[in-house]
């Protein structure tokens, strides 16, 4: 059964920290890895990763892809209260459109 | 360029009712999803249309859940009748044709009592 599993599911932190959310995937002909934030109510869409080893970055944010090993990290340095939300990571099987989430990680960020 | 808009935001019903979510997706995507997400497990996949067609519909819980998308534009997705088990975060999104990300919804929240 295709899954994502995400850890940890949740995470508090102080304003300034670095902190590294993990993504693994058991997915049917895997192409693609998305993240996406959902802070109160709509998923946001952050990095879609489609190769192994190149990082994606955009801001305090970057992400990397190990198909090998089949997972992803999502990184974010210099942490900021706006940061606090729900981090969540899906893969879609194949060449199907729907996408198979994690559980999502939650993460406060405390002033 | 307005995003994904659903409506309504709650609903409360009780169990036996009938109720209809509607999604307004971001004008000119053919694509459109319905995903679910239950109270403490993962959001899943429900239904996907392509235009006015169900391309996918193999996340569809039963046969009380019925999705249209009429004209290829608005979509709804109508419960009936509700059950306790059907209460919820049901997430509309859309794409353009392609691979590209999905854009979600603020979602609509469903409680069943």
């Known amino acids: 059964e295709d899954k994502v599993v995400q850890s940890p599911l949740s995470l508090v932190v102080h304003e300034g920290d670095t902190v590294t959310l993990n993504c693994s995937y058991e997915v049917t002909n895997f192409r693609s890895l998305l993240w996406y934030k959902q802070e109160k109510k709509a998923p946001t869409f952050l990095f879609m990763l489609?190769?192994s080893g190149i990082e994606k970055k955009s801001g305090r944010l970057s992400s990397i892809l190990d198909k090998k090993e089949l997972f992803s990290i999502l990184n974010i340095t210099a942490t900021q209260t706006g940061d606090s939300a729900v981090y969540l990571c899906a893969a879609p099987p194949g060449n199907n459109r729907k996408l198979i989430w994690g559980l999502g990680t939650s993460l406060a960020v405390n002033p | 360029e307005a995003g994904v808009t659903q409506f309504p935001s709650h609903s409360v019903i009780e169990k036996g009712q009938t109720v209809t979510l509607r999604c307004d997706p971001i004008s000119g995507h053919d694509n459109l999803y319905w995903y679910r997400r239950v109270m403490g497990k993962e959001i899943k996949f429900l239904l996907h249309?392509?235009?006015?067609?169900?391309?996918?519909e193999s996340g569809m819980p039963n046969n009380r859940f019925l999705a249209e998308r009429t004209g290829g534009t608005y979509s709804t997705l109508k419960v009936q009748p509700a059950e306790l088990e059907d209460s919820g975060v049901y997430f509309c999104?859309?794409?353009?044709?392609?691979?590209?990300?999905?854009?979600f919804g603020n979602g609509t929240r469903l409680t069943v009592t």
């Open positions: 999104a859309s794409s353009l044709a392609g691979a590209g990300p999905l854009h």
């Open positions: 249309f392509v235009k006015e067609s169900k391309q996918d």
């Open positions: 489609t190769s």
